[in-house]
Structures are given as C-alpha cells and as structure tokens.
C-alpha cells in the first residue's frame, strides 16, 4: 500500500526502488506507531535509504520522537538511582539518559512494527521530546553559535534532538510545533542564522552517511534552506 509522504522534502525526492520500498513501509509503520503509542510524536530518517541508494543490505537510520519525560521514567525503576542522581545533578542530559535506560521497552515494539512492514533490520534512535527539551537544546545551539561568530572557532553544534527533527519524515505534522519552536527561537536570536547553518550542516552530514565535505552542497542546498528565513517559510 502507498501512503502520502507528508513532509515537503520527500514529495520532490527521488531514489532507488528499494529506497522507495523502504520509505513507503516505514510510513505504514509510523501510521501504527502512531495509533499504538499514545506518546508517539513523529519518525525522521537518514541515511541510505535518504541517499536514495539502499540496497538489501541496508539498515533503515530512524529516529523515533516521543513525548516522554526522561527522569520521570527512570523514577518508575528500582535501580536507576545514580542515573537519577546524574541527571537531577546535571551530569547527564535527559535525552541521552534516556535511550541509554529505558528507550529500549519502546525499541523493541518499533522494531517488532518496523518487521511486521518488512524493514528486517534498522538503527533506532529512540527519543524523548518536549518543549522543555527543545528549549535546552536550542540554548545550548545559541551559545555555540555565538561563540563562532566571535571567535570564529569551535565546534559546529547541533544537538541530537534538533537535528534529528530536520530530517526527512513520512509523518510531518506532529513534528511541525517542534520544528517551529526551533526556527522561531533562532529568529529572535542575533546568532540564529549561524545556529541553523550549523543545523543545515549538521543534517546534511548525517543525511548523505558521513561521506565526506565534498558531498554536503548538493545534498545540503536540495534539501535543506539556506537561509534561517527560508527554513522558517518552508517549514511553516
């Protein structure tokens, strides 16, 4: 069964057939993630299968948002105290405290749906997402970028989580509040255009597989706007 690829990205991409075949099953498995977890926010994908160029041996690179509170579903447990304790602390960020402790009770359901659709093996990213979540994150993005456009050095910085939402997706709408917190903190920002530079690139390298400075431009100006004001119509 073919479903309507929702996010913009994909109505004008093009790939392989088994790239095709690979979006078009993990589309029918997010329409059942959807309706089997009550927490589910969206998938995004990268990789392979973006590239256009998977083969039988390909994993599908996902990552799966749901709107969970990580410190909270580590209190649910009995022997997750230091890992409470590191969080609570600041020692650990929630979002990586998370996949690390308990994103695998929800893996093993995506992955039993992901199979059920015929994708046999896939890289999971399980995480959480929130407003809250997302307004560290950007913070933290500013801060890097602000460091760039004074010293011209240091690390380009694009946190998982935003990163993550600026991938292709088969299910664009519950991810659309997200993607807008993002853009619209950077717009009020006098470092947001070198944060979503940072973001673009950020994106763009994971998108075509880690391959290499050479490939992001044609990847990276296909896909991803060039400009925060673009990103910010284009995502409206």
């Known amino acids: 069964m073919n479903h309507e690829v929702v996010d913009l990205h994909l109505q004008s991409w093009q790939?392989?057939?088994r790239s095709r075949q690979s979006m078009d099953r993990l589309s029918s498995s997010a329409e059942?993630?959807?309706e089997a977890l009550p927490e589910y926010r969206g998938m995004t994908i990268?990789?392979?299968t973006v590239r256009g160029v998977a083969t039988e041996y390909s994993d599908a690179d996902i990552f799966v948002f749901l709107a969970v509170d990580p410190g909270a579903k580590?209190?649910?447990g009995t022997d997750q105290s230091q890992l409470v304790e590191r969080i609570e602390t600041?020692?650990?960020k929630g979002a990586h405290i998370f996949r690390l402790a308990v994103a695998h009770e929800y893996e093993a359901l995506i992955n039993s749906d992901l199979h059920t659709h015929g994708i046999d093996s896939a890289d999971i990213f399980t995480t959480p997402i929130s407003e809250h979540i997302i307004s560290q994150e950007v913070a933290e993005a500013l801060q890097g970028a602000g460091e760039w456009d004074h010293t011209?050095?240091?690390e380009a910085v694009a946190p998982r989580n935003i990163r993550g939402l600026f991938h292709m997706s088969v299910d664009d709408t519950l991810l659309k509040p997200y993607r807008k917190q993002v853009l619209e903190t950077y717009a009020q920002s006098?470092?947001?255009?070198?944060?979503?530079?940072?973001?673009r690139h950020m994106t763009a390298y994971f998108e075509v597989g880690r391959e290499g400075e050479a490939d992001l431009p044609q990847v990276s100006h296909r896909e991803l706007p060039s400009t925060l004001q673009e990103a910010i119509e284009y995502y409206r």
């Open 74 to 76: 580590i209190q649910q």
């Open 190 to 199: 006098p470092h947001g255009e070198t944060a979503w530079k940072m973001l």
């Open 15 to 17: 790939g392989n057939e």
């Open 46 to 48: 990268f990789g392979s």
């Open 32 to 34: 059942d993630l959807q």
């Open 90 to 92: 600041g020692a650990l």
């Open 152 to 154: 011209k050095q240091g």
